[in-house]
């Protein structure tokens, strides 16, 4: 499986007690989106499950489906004695929280929010790296020299993609624009395709030909849009390119597979640390996404110069933006 | 004791029969039936089920009586869902206006602005019905949107908390916060439900006095039963009709009690997983009796509950099955009822 | 075509725990004209209903013309001949007469043949004396009218026995009059006319024989020559009855109820009341007579405290209604018996115990500051029930279980049973109601009289209006047309003038 080969860290340790013994409990709690969402929470899906295959582990995944039911389903794994306990999204950072706090001895990841607990593995990715590598191949590739960004809800989080994509089109060629637009405020926003088909088809009028979809379940909408008008899109989380083959340029790779998957392989290993993750490039945490359904349309010179510019990014040559660092700098001034 | 007997007769045969069928459902996609009273029984007898059945409960309690009240003045509350993001964020409100108030009064404030906003924009529904005859149900629904835009206006910029990526306000302060039963009593193992389930009893308890024990109550229930008879009674019908839709609201902005005072501490976009609208169920179910609605209110808690359960215990069926169980449970009592009323038609026109 | 004769024999139907028919056995005969009487829920409705294939009797059996036959529906009715015409009438307003009348009967297939048809309807109108414009919808005729479209409907149907229910209740005596002349006519042309109703004078002069029923069976048939109206309704009450009281004295007393140029607005610019007024004193019952619907209604409503945006002034013990609230007014001497029970006098989902109090439920003496104490309820209730003879003596019963006369009198109990009566507004106090429960009625307002109140009384019933008011004043489209006394004049005279002809 080529996730192993992407696989991030140093855990070498072979299982050796992990066969014999009971099968470790694994609980993984999607959010709202659920499995079927392409995205985000497929991903964590298809990492969780391929440790099952892996490890012989019991998995139980559970969606929430609405926030009030997050910390009861947290809670009911920890109560039931799972072993390790995953949340998924920053939604879950509060109650994962309170409920690692009162079962200590139960081991937590935490993917997309910091929470600071001696049992707790908080996952973070450098979105706005990934973000940059896409927006350099929008810039590379596109012809009307208009490209477009279409958030989800619009939260820090999805304007550090959209900083990290805009410097990443400036990178290449300053004269590219790029117009941006954002689904709405409320968490409706990650499940209105509806919503999501309409900014795609208005950015495209607006001469863009290429789009980066940021949207959870409402970016589908966008991709319908693509196909319609024969244009292209980027992907986002999950590896996107086969929805619709030929019209999506690239996917941003936001591994939560890989980390969901690590995280149940160490501690099948009995490794498991916990602490906060910063991800990125380096670690391979975050990418863009190449095979057989976008090999035709992301030339060999595009590919070329965007691993250049990738290794660019892990030397330390190129600085891509941080939406975070001018959040925390903006509060700094405020309280000056 | 045989007018309880033939008040339950109804919803228990409804229940039982839905449970019947969902069991048989069950065995079709061949998974025991057995998984359903599993997940009952422990939405219901485990301490740490039933806290989290009576933390679903207290919003149903107050939303329940919200469309209960209004009906027994003749008019359908749809709007509980809007009412209750309004009456929240009217905790919020106050809550950032006074923050450093003593314990006691802070707790009465933020109940009091949890029934006057919500009361004011049930309020609305009832003022337009009074004067410009409007229907309530039309008013209650388009308020509902209007409701949760504001309410999410108000979470998304002016109250917002800037500090976390999910749209919530500010944390309201310490004199403001409910202690849960596990704080104070040690029950329910660190379950959410906490003293507001004792102030939604309490509120049952005293909207049954109050429709049923007072000339306000009276007036009310008369004007739900006939207009034309109350106006010879020199019963205002328009006053009435306020008055219900504002008690209405403001029960259901109750529901900020229990989720912001009691629980989250602030209020969190898009919290409530449709309370408003089980509230209809819940009143239906309960025929609209304020005693009936705290029962009802707990069974759909537990239903609600019981989704998570089922998903942990099933690998078959999805959780899903709470709601078809939700959904069989309304048309078997509401076809109960229908049937009743029907053959009670026919004995009388037969007189 | 002869009308058939019909007999019943041992016919039984029971609903629930209710025997509406019990044993019942008698004969129409032949080409007759056949009464059928009986207090309300004495199962005459149900009986006739049996006959034309509405209910089925759950044992006994109907012959006609010797034949037991079993009827499971109107079709299968109409098929033996047997029609029936409905209290409320069975009509499109909005279709046109003749639509109505091939309505159930038209052709499922192929064109619709108009012109047939009319000639065939105009054919049966020569023959029995009707003459209808048949090209006029249903709501542009007069109410009589539309009842003979109900007859014509029949006769189209070729039904030989018309059963009428209750034909009277919504005409005029001139009406009335003109019914019974076409019905006599149909009669000598060999039909047979059953008919069904409470009004005893009516049957009397209509019909030649007349079954009384009571509780269900047949109490005997007997023939209507020579039986005095008295000796009929008490066969059908079981009992005898008492006269009304004959009044003492008239002395003219404090003005109590002034109108003076009363005004209501009415549909289409027209005003529904214009320029009345009267006055009403103390110990006096004044009778409006008219036609429902020319402005009885919007009278109720003003002077109940109902409508409070009127022209003119009406002074109830010198206070203007609009300037005292409803239920205060209730509080001062006011008291109301609307016209339509249901919906207006009685909350029929409350128990009787909530209807004992309705309009008088603030008052300290069922609890203090708004409490209201469910035991002073049901004393309260008992009292009444007791004094007033409510049946059955059970206050927690919802007020929809009674039946008509019972529950008209839970609303005379209380609006009579107040601290004070200074007016009483009675509207149709007795519609819909039995024989003993009209006269327990009748009785109680001349008491109430007696006692010093004015009391304004009104009601689609001349014999009610000439036998109990002191003066009598016809309204007709909103206006005052005449006031006169019981001693000079007449049905005839009140029936030309509420039809609008000048005094």
Known sequence: MGVVSLVFGILLTFFTQGALAKPIKVGLVLDKGGRDDKSFNAAAFKGATEAKEKYGIDLKVVTASDDAAIEPSLRTFARRGYDLVIGIGFVQGNALEKVAREFPKTQFLIVDAKVALPNVRSVLFNEHEGSFLVGAIAALTTKTKVVGFIGGMDIPLIRRFEIGYRAGVQHINPKVQVITNYVGSTSDAWKNPMKGKELALSQYKKKADILFAAAGASALGSFDAAEELGKQIIGCDSNQNWIKPGHVLTSMLKRVDVAVFNAIKSKTEGTFEAGEFDLGLKEGAVDFALDTFNRSILTPAVEARTNEIKNQIIDGKIKVPDYYDTLRSGAKKKNA | MKKLFSALKGPVAGVALSLAVCAGLLALLGESPYVLLEALQSTLFTSFGLGYTLFYATPLIFTGLAVAVCFHCGLFNIGAEGQLYVGSVGIIVIGSLFPNLPGALALTFGVAAAFLFGGLWGGIAGFL????????????????????????????????????????????????????????????????VNLALLLAVLTA?????????????????????????????????????????????????????????????????????????????????????????????????????????????SDKVSKELSLVLQGLIIAFVASHYLLENTLKRRKKGAA | MKGPQIEFVHVSKTFGAVQANRDVSFTIAANSLHGVVGENGAGKSTIMKILYGLYTADSGEIRIDGKPVKLQSPHEAIALGVGMVHQHFMLVPTLSVWENIILGQEPTRGRLHRH???????????????????????????????????????LYREANVLILDEPTAVLTPQEVDTLFEKMHALWKQGKSIVLITHKLREILRFTDNITVMRQGAVVETVAAKG????????????????????????????????????????????????????????????????????????????????????EGSARLLGQEYNQVPAYTAKQNGLSVIPPDRHREAVVLEFSLAENFVLGHHREDRYGRNGYLSPTKLSRHADALMERFDVRPRNAHLPMSSLSGGNQQKCVVARELSQSRTDFLLAAHPTRGVDIGAIEFIHQQFLLERDKGAAILLISSELEEILSLSDRILVLYEGRVVGETTPSKTSEAQLGLWMTGATA
């Open chain 3, 116 to 154: 047939t048809i009319l000639q065939k309807l105009s054919a049966l109108q020569e023959q029995y004396g009707f003459s209808l414009d048949l090209e006029k919808t249903i709501e542009e005729l007069p109410v009589g009218h539309q009842q003979q479209v109900e007859i014509l409907k029949l």
């Open chain 2, 129 to 192: 019905k009074a004067k410009r005859g409007s229907h309530e149900v039309i008013v209650t629904i388009l308020l509902n949107f209007v409701g949760i835009a504001l309410a999410n206006y108000l979470i998304l910029y002016p109250l917002r908390n800037q500090t976390v990526q999910n749209p919530e306000t500010v944390e309201l302060s310490a004199p403001y916060f409910l202690p849960t039963l596990f704080e104070s009593t040690g029950l329910f193992e660190s379950t959410p």
């Open chain 2, 205 to 313: 308890c005293f909207m049954f006095f109050f429709l049923f024990r007072t000339a306000w109550g009276y007036e009310l229930r008369a004007v739900g039963a006939s207009n034309r008879a109350s106006e010879f009674a020199g019963i205002s019908v328009g006053r009435n009709t306020l008055l219900a839709m504002f008690i209405g609201g403001g029960l259901a902005g109750m529901v900020g009690v229990n989720e912001v005072m009691g629980h989250q501490h602030k209020l969190v976009e898009g919290f409530s997983p449709q309370y408003g609208f089980t509230g209809i169920a819940v009143a239906l179910l309960a025929r609209n009796h304020p005693i009936g609605i705290l029962l009802s209110a707990v069974l759909f808690g537990a239903l609600h509950n019981s989704a998570r359960e089922i998903e942990f215990l």
């Open chain 3, 227 to 310: 039986l005095e109206e008295r000796t009929l309704a008490e066969k059908i009450v079981g009992r005898k009855l008492a006269t009304l009281p004959t009044r003492q004295s008239h002395p003219k007393r404090e003005e109590v109820l002034q109108v003076l140029n009363l005004g209501v607005a009415g549909k289409y610019g027209k005003p529904a009341l214009d320029h009345v007024s009267f006055s009403i004193h103390r110990g006096e019952v004044v009778g409006i007579a008219g036609i429902e619907g020319n402005g009885q209604h919007e009278l109720v409503e003003v002077l109940s405290g109902v409508n409070r945006s009127y």
